[in-house]
């Protein structure tokens, strides 16, 4: 009978990680700052060394960049090189798997088998809805590993674990959330003292302050030095780009929001069964459902991933759960576990390859149009684009007068290009820039505000317009009439597509 029921939590868990590996490849993010990051990538292993200012900008092109995602673009663009955007998607996917298999191996430990697996479940509905494949999923793994390490030792009043001080030199060259292991390092430093009898305070201060200088140390391990280590601080300072970066903005609850699901389930569990925290934990806590509420995108990075390790021990003892599988028991070291691991993984490549589209619509027509601009890039100059098509423009080899990089940027331009976009009373901003920067063409969303200025100006002229994008040359410019007629045949194109897409959509 116990063999039988161990039989069925074995199948459970398959089932659940099974479901959570489908679900990922249906459900895609966008992609859209990818594009850049894969061609920094390319940009590094041309040049032999890391980019100390703003390449692909004529606007920033000497300011310094502290391009501190570096290793992340070398690993992002070798992957999509080999094996394109499927290949991307299905790293990202396998990265997101060892995410929750870490996740379900702590809970586990601690909980039962079904409790495990609602944790596992509610992390995975709030990353679900941002997956993409980018730096902050990749190291995933990482930060759920290092705050495993840091909680366990916390609640044995142990010796941090000074054997996974080298990953924190990974981390930092790798996505700028290293600034968050350090920040562990700190609290639950102070947790594991705090706690603690007098006789091993002494002894764990000393422990613990070691392991955080070196881990300070660590993160100083870069190209960019100290730089790199101070660029957290002086990303969450820009105010202005925050407020115009959507996953930087605070959760849209008008809408779907899994941080709604997440939190309302928290509270009727509190409430009903009058969940009770040590003080370090309802600190932690509070500290993650305020930073989630403040911007959405620590909804899915870290209260997804990291509640489950901070409420696992205390509602198991408060709940008296006991554990009813060990993990080691599910197989994971046997190879018929990894023979099926490997076959899903490359059933979903296939699937992500042969049968599922990647890109955006969007995505693929700027690409044609630039593609098709390409030969007269000397010609057109510099254009003013659209932040949200930048990443496009880089990917196709094009020079930028902004795109998302915001610690490139700074809050001062940033500030001004979005307010001479925006036109408001007139177009005097919008003016200077043009003649600043000596703008020859355009490159904006039809829905641009901007487009309708250059609608009005005789010395500029409409050059290509469907739903997403419109481009207006200056009169000066002169293209060759095998240009012309090509961007002509792919308007033409693109408008019959579209309005047979809408007339589909009608007659459904």
């Known amino acids: 009978m116990v063999e039988k029921q161990k039989d069925n939590l074995h199948l459970l868990v398959w089932g659940v990680l099974s479901l959570m590996i489908a679900l990922s490849a249906v459900k895609l993010g966008v992609i859209d700052d990818t594009y850049w990051h894969v061609k920094v990538g390319e940009w590094i292993l041309q040049h032999h060394e890391i980019p100390s200012t703003g390449i692909f900008s004529y606007s920033n092109a000497e300011t310094p960049w502290t391009s501190h995602e570096w290793l992340a673009a070398v690993f992002l663009h ?74 366990e030792a916390s609640e044995k009043q142990s010796s941090p674990p000074f054997f996974m001080l080298p990953l924190m030199i990974f981390w930092v060259n790798f996505h700028g959330s290293f600034i968050v292991g350090i920040a562990f390092s700190v609290f639950f430093a102070v947790e594991a003292i705090f706690n603690a009898s007098i006789e091993k305070r002494k002894v764990l201060i000393l422990q613990w302050s070691c392991f955080t200088f070196i881990c300070i140390i660590c993160a100083m391990i870069s190209p960019h030095g100290i730089n790199g280590l101070l660029l957290p601080f002086q990303l969450a300072d820009q105010g202005v780009a925050l407020s ?42 509070l500290g993650l459902i305020h930073l989630s509420l403040k911007h959405v995108r620590h909804a899915s990075d870290l209260l997804s991933v990291l509640s489950p390790l901070i409420l696992a021990t205390p509602l198991a003892k408060q709940l008296e759960v006991q554990s009813d599988l060990n993990f080691r028991e599910l197989g994971f070291r046997g190879w018929k576990a990894w023979l099926f691991i490997g076959g899903s993984f490359a059933g979903i490549f296939f699937y992500l390859a042969e049968v599922r589209k990647i890109e955006s619509d969007q995505a693929m027509q700027v690409q044609k149009v630039l593609k ?108 060759s009439s095998e240009s012309i007629a090509a961007i002509r045949s792919l308007e033409i194109r693109a408008l019959e597509t579209q309005k047979n897409e809408d007339l589909e959509i009608v007659y459904h």
């Open 372 to 479: 098709t601009l390409k030969r007269e890039q000397d010609v057109l100059g510099n254009a003013l684009n659209d932040y949200n098509v930048s990443q496009f423009m880089i990917y196709a080899g094009y020079s930028t007068l902004i795109d998302t990089r915001a610690e490139l940027y700074g809050d001062k331009f940033i500030k001004a290009y979005f307010e001479a976009m925006s036109l408001g009373e007139d177009a005097t901003k919008l003016e200077s820039i043009l003649k600043e920067y000596q703008i020859k063409w355009t490159l904006l969303l039809t829905s641009s505000p901007a487009n309708t200025y250059f609608g009005l100006q005789p010395q500029w002229l409409k050059l290509y317009k469907d739903k997403y994008i419109t481009i207006f040359i200056h009169q000066s410019v002169k293209l």
């Open 78 to 151: 070798l992957i999509f090189h080999n094996s394109g955007w499927a290949g991307l998607y299905t790293a990202m996917i396998i990265s997101l798997f060892l995410s929750m298999v870490l996740l379900l191996q702590f809970l586990l430990k601690r909980l039962n088998t079904v409790q495990s697996l609602i944790f596992v479940l509610f992390a995975f509905l709030l990353v679900a809805f941002h997956t993409s494949p980018r730096p902050h999923l990749f190291v995933m793994p990482v930060m759920i590993y290092w705050s495993i390490q840091l909680v």
């Open 244 to 285: 115009r970066i959507v996953e930087w903005l605070s959760p849209n609850f008008h809408k779907f929001q899994p941080l709604e699901v997440w939190l309302l389930t928290f509270l009727a569990i509190a409430l009903w069964r009058g969940i009770k925290l040590p003080l370090f934990r309802l600190v932690f806590m």
